[in-house]
């Protein structure tokens, strides 16, 4: 009897020293699953921090867009204008009436179109400078968008955690 008694009660001592081993890792489990959701929390605001900083993307797209057309039509333009600056510069008879050009037409029309060369030209150098600009500012974008991703990420990998803590717990 006295046998049986020391062996239930050793039982007992186990059992209550397992019943603790298992609360302490219970609460060493929810402990770190506290602190994974305080990084949940530090990733979640950096990411809204990241999307704050990039809501212009949509009116870059559209500018962009829009400015697109325009540089494509100077472009035009001013290939149109150095065309007749190089003609009348090169030639002295009209292809089209076989006529003489006379001179102070021919420098009146290459003053003209030179000049409007050089405010398309600058027209076309601040567009550029702007469109520059819109496509820098989207590769910024791409790359904020790029450590959004991978904030994205370290939040499923930290609520994998909490969930094998949980199932563990469990």
Known sequence: IELQKNYIETLNQDKEATR??????????NDKIVILEKNIKEYSDNINDLEASITDETSLKKKRDELSPVSVKLRSKLNS????????????VCPTCAQQIDDGVKHSHVEQNTKKVSEVRAGLDKLNSIIDNIVSREKE??????KIRLEYNAVQAI????????QYIR
């Open 20 to 29: 603790r081993k298992l609360e302490d890792a219970i609460v060493e489990a």
């Open 141 to 146: 974008i791409s790359e904020i968008r790029n």
């Open 81 to 92: 204008l150095q065309e007749l600056v190089d003609f009348y510069e090169n030639n002295d």
């Open 159 to 166: 609520n994998s955690q909490i969930i094998a803590e949980q």
